[in-house]
């Protein structure tokens, strides 16, 4: 089938461009007043046809950007029979076919599977952020989930506590733990002056230390 005119595929129905239809129907009324006397026969924005805004003449000299619209083929074969012409009889069987094979069974499966697909992407894509979410939230667990001992602590954040104090520290980190319902866990040190040492999770720490400012 030979193009008599550009048709738009973009939208989710085909659509063609007003300013090209007025053109190729070869109407001598200015596109705006034509436009507006068609509307008076009912079409309606949002279900026949959208406006948009198309640059005429090359930037060079100072083309501007001029009211068009996006007419549907359904719309259009109704403009092509209003002229009563002869052009406007072989456009309105052209878009006829447009329509035809628009929806022919062929064509509504490939609409389908290309609808399918975009949406296997969509999922793929919405699978993927979610596993970066999990990934982010489990390094954030493991990382609240770290458990130090007094003496773990004191060196591996350069605390400089003397023995004293970090006696104090574990009391009082003993005293917050139970307090809070927070799990203690037990330490075996190669020191048998110790023995086991009670550990506590990073989730402590910080709340320990934020409660004493």
């Known amino acids: 089938m030979n193009e ?10 085909p659509v063609v461009n007003g300013r090209d239809l007025h053109e190729a129907l070869q109407i001598s009324t200015k596109y705006a007043d034509w436009f507006r006397r068609m509307c008076e026969y009912g079409f309606i924005e949002g279900r026949d046809y959208k406006t948009c805004f198309s640059n005429l003449g090359s930037e060079i000299r100072g083309g501007q950007n001029k ?10 074969k109704q403009l092509c029979m209003i002229q009563r012409t002869e052009i406007g009889r072989k456009f309105r069987e052209y878009f006829i076919k447009i329509e035809e094979a628009w929806n022919s069974p062929e064509k509504v499966m490939e609409r389908a599977l290309q609808i399918a697909h975009q949406k296997v992407i969509e999922s793929e894509r919405r699978i993927f952020e979610l596993k970066e979410e ?7 667990l493991n990382q609240s989930l770290q458990y130090y001992t007094v003496a773990k602590y004191n060196k591996e954040f350069q605390k400089k506590w003397d023995m004293k104090q970090c006696r104090k520290i574990g009391k009082e980190m003993v005293c917050y733990c139970r307090s809070h319902a927070i799990e203690i866990k037990k330490c075996k040190t ?7 040492v009670n550990s506590y999770p990073m989730i402590a720490w910080k709340a320990y230390f934020e409660s004493r400012e």
């Open 4 to 13: 008599l005119i550009q048709i738009n595929y973009e939208n989710d129905k």
């Open 67 to 76: 009211i068009d619209h996006l007419i549907s083929i359904g719309m259009a």
């Open 134 to 140: 999990n990934e982010t939230l489990e390094i954030a």
């Open 190 to 196: 190669n020191d048998e002056r110790f023995g086991e």
